[in-house]
């Protein structure tokens, strides 16, 4: 089993910033791929950015340029910058095992873009 713990969501106005991260732990062997995914409420859940334990990174075309994401070890993270409203949704952690069907959540964690 693995454990994914996020952090770092909150309320921030436009134009600011964020930064996520998440970390991972129980049984992680072998090369994976750990991403952030969003969620506004009635819309699916889809891809930020994801980065595999070689450290290639791999980002939705809308976001890059003002999302980043670097990896330590089994820590993940996410800078966003030039937040706006559109950014606002829970974000999710993910951990996929490379050349595999099995894969881990977290719990989410909100970000909400206002003034």
């Known amino acids: 089993q693995v454990q994914l713990v996020e952090s770092g969501g909150g309320l921030v106005q436009p134009g600011g910033s964020l930064r996520l991260s998440c970390t991972a732990s129980?049984?992680?062997?072998?090369?994976?791929?750990m991403g952030w995914y969003r969620q506004a409420p009635g819309k699916q859940r889809d891809l930020v950015a994801s980065i595999t334990s070689y450290g290639f990174p791999n980002y939705a075309a809308s976001l890059k340029g003002r999302f980043t994401i670097t990896r330590a070890s089994n820590t993940v993270s996410l800078q966003m910058n030039s937040l706006n409203p559109d950014d606002t949704a829970v974000y999710y952690c993910?951990?996929?095992?490379?050349?595999?069907?099995?894969?881990?959540w977290g719990q989410g964690t909100q970000v909400t873009v206002s003034s």
């Open positions: 993910k951990l996929q095992r490379s050349g595999s069907s099995t894969y881990y």
């Open positions: 129980g049984s992680i062997v072998g090369p994976n791929v």
